[in-house]
């Protein structure tokens, strides 16, 4: 059975930062990726990375600010996130697919979600 689940999240001051981890079970994956979703709005695409850690992608709102990362040792995926700012407000998700294409948005499997709040 497949479980992604999501840890770290929390509350912390602008400026601050967190370190969310995404641990996998049941399998590996090609991709890994992190969304978000804040409140009244849709869910967003905010970093992926391959299997190998070789290739990495990050959105624009969040590049320079934001570092993911995995452990393959350990099967988990980490979103380092720095200089937080009060619009970096959501819940964040983890997800996982055996497609290699790292633009591409749909996952096959989601983690339940860590909430991050961020004050000002």
């Known amino acids: 059975q497949v479980q992604l689940v999501e840890s770290g999240g929390g509350l912390v001051q602008a400026g601050g930062s967190l370190r969310l981890a995404c641990a996998a079970s049941?399998?590996?994956?090609?991709?890994y990726g992190w969304f978000r979703q804040a409140p009244g709005k849709e869910r967003e695409f905010v970093a992926a990375?391959?299997?190998?850690?070789?290739?990495?992608f990050v959105t624009d709102s969040v590049k320079g600010r934001f570092t993911i990362s995995r452990d393959n040792a350990k099967n988990t995926m980490y979103l380092q996130m720095n200089s937080l700012k009060p619009e970096d407000t959501a819940v964040y998700y983890c997800?996982?697919?055996?497609?290699?294409?790292?633009?591409?948005?749909?996952?096959?499997?989601w983690g339940q979600g860590t909430q991050v709040t961020v004050s000002a």
């Open positions: 049941g399998r590996t994956f090609n991709t």
């Open positions: 997800a996982a697919k055996y497609n290699t294409d790292i633009t591409n948005g749909q996952y096959d499997f």
């Open positions: 990375i391959s299997w190998s850690g070789g290739v990495r």
